[in-house]
């Protein structure tokens, strides 16, 4: 991921894909959200919660959680669990509070600040480990592989859903199209800042799903599957902790 500097509107000079940058754009960010990715992003996630297996009782993380959209709907799908999200920017977790306030799930979902290379959590902790659009941020991703790979149990489960390249395939320009033109555009319409564009720059610098699967083998874990998903904009991936 590339980590040079821009200059954001609201911040000064930040790295981008940091929580400073997300600082700038929280309040839309929920919004930009379903219109850039017309709504598919909260059926990726319903696979993502899919791919825990999670049992009654569980203790999930759930990193990178900006506005609470994985966390919020891990805890709903599964009433007797309970989550932890974690991210650095300060404005996407207020907004994420409120949700889960409105939610009234306050009581089992809580929100923290916290960066994903160095977490607080006690070794082998959690049933579940998750982290949607968020891996792409982390500078050092494989010491963030290697801290979900520590915290989590053995037996649980690790899953990953980050945005790729569309590659090959009969609607593989299409989805270019979308990801390149479509998304920067409208994603600095809707926000009216210019981060938007670091989006479509950070998902073509993202490594591809073998590469970043070796990653996570180097990490501790075991590839329990990789899936693409809508023409390979978006990938899941799932591992185990190797102990
Ligand atoms: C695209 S948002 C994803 C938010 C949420 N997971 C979702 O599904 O909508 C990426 C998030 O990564 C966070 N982030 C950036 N650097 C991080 C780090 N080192 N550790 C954890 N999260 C980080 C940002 O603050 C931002 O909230």
Request: charged content about 25%; glycine content about 10%.
């Given at each position: 991921m590339t980590t040079e500097p821009t200059t954001s509107?609201?911040?000064?000079?930040?790295?981008?894909?940091?929580?400073?940058?997300?600082?700038?754009?929280?309040?839309?960010?929920?919004?930009?959200?379903?219109?850039?990715?017309?709504?598919?992003?909260?059926?990726?996630?319903?696979?993502?919660?899919?791919?825990?297996?999670?049992?009654?009782?569980?203790?999930?993380?759930?990193?990178?959680?900006?506005?609470?959209?994985?966390?919020?709907?891990?805890?709903?799908?599964?009433?007797?669990?309970?989550?932890?999200?974690?991210?650095?920017?300060?404005?996407?977790?207020?907004?994420?509070?409120?949700?889960?306030?409105?939610?009234?799930?306050?009581?089992?979902?809580?929100?923290?600040?916290?960066?994903?290379?160095?977490?607080?959590?006690?070794?082998?902790?959690?049933?579940?480990v998750c982290i949607a659009f968020g891996i792409r941020n982390v500078p050092d991703r494989l010491q963030g592989l290697r801290e979900m790979a520590r915290v989590t149990k053995p037996g649980g489960r690790v899953a990953i859903l980050e945005l790729s390249e569309p590659r090959g395939g009969v609607l593989g320009p299409l989805a270019r199209f979308h990801v390149h033109s479509v998304v920067p555009t409208v994603g600095a319409l809707l926000s009216g800042k210019r981060e938007y564009h670091y989006l479509q720059k950070s998902i073509a610098a993202f490594p591809p799903p073998a590469e970043f699967e070796a990653m996570m083998v180097e990490a501790g874990l075991r590839i329990v599957s990789s899936t693409a998903l809508t023409f390979g904009v978006c990938q899941l991936y799932v591992g185990e902790p190797v102990r």
């Open positions: 509107s609201t911040t000064g000079t930040v790295r981008e894909g940091s929580g400073a940058m997300f600082d700038g754009i929280a309040e839309r960010y929920d919004l930009v959200n379903r219109v850039i990715s017309l709504g598919i992003d909260q059926s990726w996630r319903k696979k993502t919660v899919k791919a825990l297996e999670l049992t009654s009782g569980a203790r999930v993380l759930d990193l990178a959680t900006g506005t609470g959209d994985l966390a919020i709907m891990v805890a709903r799908t599964h009433p007797e669990v309970s989550v932890i999200g974690v991210d650095p920017s300060a404005k996407m977790l207020e907004v994420g509070k409120k949700k889960v306030a409105d939610a009234a799930l306050a009581d089992r979902l809580s929100l923290e600040l916290g960066d994903a290379q160095a977490l607080r959590f006690e070794s082998q902790s959690f049933a579940g």
